[in-house]
């Protein structure tokens, strides 16, 4: 007998700008993803110089030894693709079959996401007390908005959850996710119980609960599943030892498509004994049970 409270997992390739700034690596990644059987390949889009003080643009990188550039606004410049280089990847995405989405850090990257008008866009935790961003997505499109709450404050949770309802959006569009900020993250800062804690926090007023995991490996992924996050995001790459903060967070093919499987076998394993005693127990039962 199935449990209805469990839907079917979504996982999303968080390639982000694991391409390196390069369109071809890109369309590779989402390729790699579909062969994994990931649900969503996921980039992320900014406007360096809205998103960044000149201070910060004009700073050092603070990993040198991952900079593209000699500041660290040239850095994030040389990874960013172009609005229609974002349209190109998601009419990629729909021809071999898998679907497109992106997070967006500043309101001119929402502008420009919104036109393109994928399933969701999705708020980083760096810019979910941006409100500005949040009411462009909001009020100005109509898919789901996805917010993580890594680096954020029980009060500022609820400021955001509140500003959705205000406009009666939030059970109907909002997706919040349960996120640790760090890449990587040590498992005992993981916190998965926070999934528990948002469920029974705003489990009757989102739409759904997600997790975003910056840990290393696959295996509590699923226990992040059962304990209720249907949407489950990993950063993907498709080479951990690649130049940038993020691919050491990242899942390289082999580990995606096992968080694939695993993520479905759970899924099917999320059941009740439809009568005392299963067909396949009978036999065994037949054979091996004490008799008194």
Not at 48 to 63: F, I, V
Not at 192 to 216: A, P, Q
């Amino acid at each position: 007998m199935k449990d209805s409270t469990y839907k079917s997992p979504v996982v999303v390739a968080e390639i982000g700008c694991n391409h390196k700034g390069g369109l071809e690596i890109a369309k590779e990644l989402i390729t790699l993803a579909k062969e994994c059987k990931a649900s969503y390949a996921k980039f992320q889009k900014r406007n360096p110089k809205e998103l960044l003080t000149d201070e910060q643009y004009n700073s050092p990188h603070p990993n040198p030894m991952h900079s593209y550039g000699s500041t660290y606004g040239e850095h994030r410049e040389k990874l960013e693709l172009t609005k229609h280089q974002h349209r190109e990847l998601m009419k990629f995405c729909s021809e071999i079959g898998i679907n497109y989405t992106t997070s967006v850090w500043d309101v001119t990257s929402a502008k420009e996401i919104i036109e393109l008008n994928p399933d969701f866009i999705k708020i980083p935790s760096a810019c979910n007390n941006n409100f500005s961003l949040l009411e462009e997505l909001r009020d100005n499109y109509n898919g789901d908005v996805h917010i993580s709450f890594g680096m954020t404050t029980h009060a500022e949770e609820e400021e955001v959850v509140s500003f959705f309802e205000e406009k009666n959006t939030a059970k109907e569009r909002l997706v919040v996710y349960s996120c640790t900020s760090g890449y990587p993250v040590p498992f005992e800062n993981v916190c998965l119980l926070e999934i528990k804690r948002l469920e029974e926090t705003y489990g009757r007023r989102v739409k759904e609960i997600g997790f975003s995991g910056h840990h290393l490996g696959i295996a509590i992924d699923i226990a992040a599943y059962a304990l209720g996050a249907r949407w489950v995001e990993r950063h993907f790459t498709k080479d951990r030892t690649w130049k940038g903060t993020d691919h050491a967070a990242s899942l390289e093919p082999p580990g995606m498509s096992k968080l694939v499987r695993d993520l479905n076998a759970a899924f099917k394993s999320m059941t009740y004994k439809e009568e005392e005693i299963l067909d396949i127990e009978k036999v065994q039962r037949e054979k091996l049970k004490n008799r008194k």
